[in-house]
């Protein structure tokens, strides 16, 4: 009687866990944030942010629950390059001096099917704040190594450096401007 | 290297319209028009660099970038520089303090990340005070040796900001003074018969502190603090030429100009060298 007992509860908590959203902190070793920007409309310039910090939560269950907050840090601006990074930092494009963190919160996701979610949220660059709304697609989870789990997401999105403030487009470089973020939660 | 646009719409621009009201303010004796030249010369070269499109645009205000603090805190500055234009009183070298307010509202946002707010009231402060004692010396040298030898000088200065400013990674705001550059530059005929030079150095060292105050905080490596501090100061070496022993004022104000343009160029030329070795050192160039 006491074992059937067990059973039972043991059968009502497993799909509470199985469905729980999980929460995974950004891995800054395996997690990437690339831009993409042309440059005197004639070719095209890949750089990459190299620190990121932040936390997202996916809902199995019910993935409109899911949720994404991530900072990058402007300051980590690197195009290969030491003089153009230093220039990148500066006013003319990042100011990182006056806005630090480049940040993504989310306010509302709608699935789109099992590997695939928009997600709706506050993109801060340059100290200005909008709505935008970005495909993020769920690469895949596991352990690794044993006794961490591990969630992948990938997202690819372009704005606009003039709906920012920022002054690059006049000095050379295209307006659009593609982000390519990977990020790897761990927990 | 400057860009077709920022050579046309950032300095000939600037220049072209600064012409045309000297022009107009020669040709009227309105003394108070000068300084107006030289503020709409800067504004019309400020803009140019705001459109995304090749057009003209308008900072946010409250700006977005403090350095764009630089456009809006020009505005009183003309209209303070005018007043003193129309009124012509020497105790109205007072009104060149509002470069400390330009320079204090530059560096504001900084605060606190990069400045704390006592260095910022500091930076404020120290910029108020030397922009009012180069108006009141721009003021006696002017009446002493010339008010074009005045405006010249002034016009040295801006330049060399500007081209150590656009060295220090700070790419707008250095043609900005090089802008201004140019339009003060232009009023350099129109000033001895107008005795305006008082005027536009109050216009002209509030943009400096502002320039130079954005220059200092805003990049990385930025302009260094002994540059600053020459580049500040190098507008009141004007007084050399009050100790040449001459009645010819040609000959001061030559003397003046050069001790003016000696100082500044002994911090732009090692700053505009460096930064010119390191583009031809480094496949970015000097161009984004």
């Known amino acids: 009687m006491k074992r059937l007992a067990s059973l039972a509860l043991s059968a009502l908590l497993v799909p509470a866990a199985v469905f729980a959203a999980d929460t995974y902190k950004v891995d800054p070793v395996h997690s990437c944030t690339i831009f993409r920007v042309g440059h005197a409309n004639i070719g095209i310039v890949y750089g990459q942010f190299k620190e990121s910090v932040g936390q997202f939560t996916i809902d199995d269950a019910d993935p409109t629950q899911s949720s994404f907050d991530i900072q990058v840090q402007a300051a980590s601006v690197d195009s290969h390059v030491e003089k153009r990074d230093n220039h990148l930092k500066g006013p003319d494009f990042l100011n990182a001096k006056q806005y630090p963190t480049i940040t993504f919160k989310s306010t509302s996701v709608k699935k789109v099917d099992e590997k695939h979610l928009e997600v709706t949220g506050d993109f801060t660059l340059h100290g200005v704040t909008k709505s935008i709304t970005i495909p993020v697609e769920l690469i895949g989870k596991g352990e690794f190594p044993q006794g961490t789990q591990r969630f992948g997401i990938e997202t690819v999105f372009e704005i606009k450096q003039s709906d920012f403030q920022m002054k690059g487009a006049s000095l050379g470089t295209s307006d659009a401007v593609k982000l390519m973020v990977s990020a790897e939660g761990t927990r | ?288």
């Open chain 2, 1 to 288: 290297m400057l860009t077709n646009r920022e050579m046309i719409f950032g300095i000939m621009l600037p220049l072209a319209v600064a012409l045309v009201i000297g022009l107009i303010a020669w040709w009227s004796k309105r003394a108070w028009l000068l300084p107006l030249g030289g503020g709409i010369g800067f504004l019309l070269g400020y803009a140019s660099s705001l459109g995304t499109t090749g057009g003209f645009g308008l900072p946010r205000l409250p700006p977005g970038d403090g350095t764009d603090w630089l456009f809006w805190a020009a505005l009183p500055a003309i209209a303070l520089a005018m007043l003193a234009g129309r009124l012509g009183w020497r105790w109205l070298a007072i009104l060149g303090a509002w470069a400390g307010v330009l320079a204090w509202a530059v560096a504001r946002p900084l605060v606190p990340g990069t400045l704390s707010a006592a260095e910022a009231v500091e930076v404020g402060a120290a910029a108020g005070v030397i922009g009012a004692v180069v108006v009141g010396v721009h003021t006696l040298v002017a009446g002493k040796i010339g008010h074009g030898w005045s405006v010249l000088s002034l016009c040295v200065v801006l330049g060399g900001a500007g081209v150590t400013v656009l060295s220090s990674n700070l790419r707008t705001v250095g043609v900005y003074g090089i802008g201004t550059a140019a339009a003060v530059g232009g009023l350099v005929l129109f000033a001895p018969r107008l005795r305006a030079a008082p005027a536009v150095a109050i216009l002209a060292v509030s943009i400096l502190c502002g320039l130079l105050a954005g220059g200092r905080f805003y990049p990385d490596p930025g302009v260094t603090r002994i540059g600053v501090a020459v580049l500040l100061a190098s507008p009141l070496l004007m007084v050399v030429g009050l100790a040449v022993p001459t009645k010819r004022g040609w000959v001061r104000g030559v003397a003046g100009v050069l001790a003016v343009a000696i100082a500044v160029a002994a911090i732009t030329a090692p700053a505009a060298l460096a930064a010119k070795k390191a583009a031809e050192a480094d496949p970015y160039g000097a161009a984004p």
